[in-house]
């Protein structure tokens, strides 16, 4: 079973005490700002729920021009393959 358009993307647990640390350490650092943890599952959610979709689009996006350029390579390679015929 496949992702429907728009779904919200979900992360594992790892992914998400890896993305609350960073958060943290983001407002800590830039912000001078300590938030709890209500708020860093919010900010996860906001990601999730907006940001991730745009950025899953954008990798399929270049993954997609990564496959038409290999294409093109690969027709030129097969030309390469000819044999001069005397």
Known sequence: MGRKRNDKI???DKE???L???IKA???DIRGEEIGMI???QLIDLF???LAPIAYNKALDDSMHWLKEQAGNLE???YLL???IL
Request: proline share 0%; charged share 40%; aromatic share 16%.
């Open 20 to 22: 609350a640390r960073e």
């Open 26 to 28: 983001f407002y800590l």
């Open 16 to 18: 998400k005490k890896q």
């Open 76 to 78: 030129a390679d097969y």
């Open 10 to 12: 979900l992360l594992g």
């Open 48 to 50: 999730c729920e907006h």
């Open 39 to 41: 708020e860093e599952q």
């Open 82 to 84: 000819y044999k001069d």
